[in-house]
């Protein structure tokens, strides 16, 4: 069951402790204005737990107990059968407002005047939210000029990964959206269940403050996506390729590379890796935030790239390069790694986990062939494997300022309804659609999607990340279920510590800039553009440019909190 944060609560004076980081931290947070508004691009250290004025938990009992039993949320559970669905909302308002709402879509625009979206519409109540369609390859970039404008609508969707392209996130979030505190604080259970039965940690990560300064300022302003943990990533390799070529799984870094060696012919079009660049630090034990770590020995923030396992990183990254292990054309970033991993072109991809369900899926339809699983966590030159763990939501549904309460009220009973867990009949048609347009259900019991269902209703976004469900599920093939609920358990014994767990942390602008430079010159050098005796002056570039501001940011707000 989702539980509260099991952080000690302190009362929201208590926020002085990550805001109040002394004069030259201070100086870092935005101010704020005589207009109310924030403008600042120094970045910002928000708090993400332990406030008071959040909507009080009160657990909602799941109407169908899952299969197996995890420990929430970086070991989730998980369902092996598909449940008879019970109805969640058993009262629905009744709405008869009209919105837009902005979403990311990746692929084809869907008809929207499908029964989907008026079966889900009466289902809720009968509020009617037009979905606003954009590219969400170029969503994070553009979303940047609607929000400038407010030409986004009443409401919008942005994920976490999609914050690097905002300069001052937080300017953006209190000058543009509804501060929800007044009407979501204390005790909601009544109107919202399923809104008070999301986890705490969820709400304390929708937290914002217009001024760091002032704790009093500090709000709820997102309505929070999905929320979960673990490792959300991993190297996924086709198993009956790796059988058919009689090689072993590896289970350190040194043997992976005997494993690329083996597997490759670029004469004949295999190669091992389609791209391998943000996933294969943590082989090498290079985690953190933004890539800092506090080492304790030195009592130092210090940055991957002072460490000698970056210089061996880059090393491993080079030689899959050099010795035409890696995809010629990784480079350009346009290669497809899914279908060519099955085509049987590639061994390995850096993935989510989500394309271990989906590549199942494909089977099934005859779409694909083999099987793909994880690689276990590895480390190199005999060094425990680090796994990061993503405890965290996905992003939010950001309401317009302009609107009105009346209105805002009548969209979050919306998200109660969409807040319905697995084995719910609100998940059911969310996520499903309707049985005999959208997906039948097959020899199992499980409903399977029909081709408009695949178009229309699994590809597009569409209402399904309004808000997070009060719980999340393992769930799909019976057998990636079970792979994925020991793997995650398996997981736990390597994750990382998190230096700045329970605050949220916005890189200056500087920083952000000097990052992605080092980005760029690292994959220089791993793509044989520049050479490996080039990264002490790839270093010094980067702390001269903002690397060195960013440590003393950095330090401040982890002293903030851990008091060094």
Not at 34 to 52: L, R, Y
Not at 261 to 287: H, I, M, P, T, Y
Not at 551 to 558: G, I, P
Request: net charge negative; charged share 20%; glycine share 10%.
């Amino acid at each position: 069951m989702p539980v509260p944060s099991s952080t000690a609560p302190f009362k929201r004076r208590s926020l002085f402790k990550v805001a109040g980081l002394g004069v030259a931290g201070a100086a870092g947070l935005p101010a704020l204005a005589a207009c109310s508004d924030i403008e600042s691009g120094s970045g910002s250290v928000q708090a993400t737990e332990g406030f008071d004025f959040l909507p009080t938990y009160q657990e909602w009992p799941l109407p169908v107990e899952p299969d197996l039993v995890g420990e929430p949320p970086n070991h989730p559970s998980a369902f092996i059968s598909y449940p008879e669905p019970v109805q969640a909302v058993s009262e629905v308002p009744s709405g008869s407002g009209t919105y837009e709402m902005t979403v990311p879509i990746w692929g084809d625009t869907p008809a929207g005047d499908d029964p989907y979206y008026t079966t889900v519409t009466d289902a809720w109540g009968g509020t009617t939210i037009n979905l606003r369609h954009a590219d969400g390859n170029t969503f994070a970039d553009t979303s940047v000029q609607w929000l400038k404008a407010n030409e986004y609508g009443d409401a919008i969707q942005i994920f976490s990964w999609m914050l690097g392209s905002h300069s001052n996130f937080t300017e953006t979030v209190v000058n543009n959206f509804y501060n929800l505190t007044d009407i979501l604080k204390g005790d909601i259970a009544e109107r919202w269940p399923l809104l008070a039965g999301l986890p705490t940690s969820s709400w304390g990560q929708s937290v914002w403050s217009k001024d760091l300064k002032d704790p009093d300022s500090a709000g709820v302003y997102g309505i929070p996506m999905g929320f979960s943990g673990g490792p959300g990533n991993a190297v996924m390799f086709r198993t009956d390729l790796m059988e058919g070529a009689n090689l072993a799984v590896p289970t350190t870094v040194e043997e992976l590379l005997e494993v690329c060696r083996a597997w490759s012919d670029d004469a004949n079009g295999k190669w091992a890796f389609a791209g391998l660049d943000w996933f294969v630090g943590q082989w090498f034990s290079l985690g953190g935030t933004d890539g800092w770590n506090w080492d304790p020995d030195q009592k130092k923030m210090i940055h991957n790239v002072e460490r000698p396992e970056f210089t061996e990183m880059m090393e491993f990254r080079r030689t899959l390069w050099d010795e035409q292990l890696i995809h010629p054309d990784a480079p350009t970033g346009t290669l497809d790694p899914h279908a060519m991993q099955k085509a049987g072109n590639v061994l390995f991809t850096q993935d989510s986990m989500v394309w271990w369900n989906d590549y199942a899926l494909q089977v099934k339809r005859g779409e694909a062939e083999g099987e793909i699983n994880p690689l276990p966590p590895l480390g190199a030159k005999g060094r425990e494997p680090l796994i990061s763990m993503n405890t965290s939501i996905d992003g939010w549904t950001f309401l317009n300022k302009d609107l009105g309460r009346e209105q805002v009220e009548e969209i979050l009973d919306v998200a109660n309804w969409c807040a319905s867990p697995y084995g719910t009949t609100e998940y059911e048609l969310l996520q499903y659609g309707v049985e005999g347009e959208h997906f039948t259900l097959g020899n199992d019991g499980s409903p399977v999607y029909t081709e408009l269902g695949s178009e229309l209703v699994l590809a597009p976004i569409n209402y399904k990340v309004v808000v997070g469900q009060v719980q999340t599920f393992l769930t799909g093939d019976p057998d990636v279920v079970q792979k994925r609920f020991d793997f995650h358990a398996a997981a736990q014994q390597y994750a990382a510590e998190n230096p700045f767990a329970g605050m949220r942390i916005e890189a200056p602008a500087d920083a952000k800039a000097a990052g992605q430079t080092l980005w760029d010159q690292q994959n220089d050098i791993a793509y044989g553009r520049a050479e490996l005796s080039s990264i002490p002056e790839m270093v010094e570039t980067y702390m001269n440019n903002g690397g060195e501001a960013a440590r003393e940011y950095y330090t401040e707000a982890y002293e903030s909190v851990h008091g060094e």
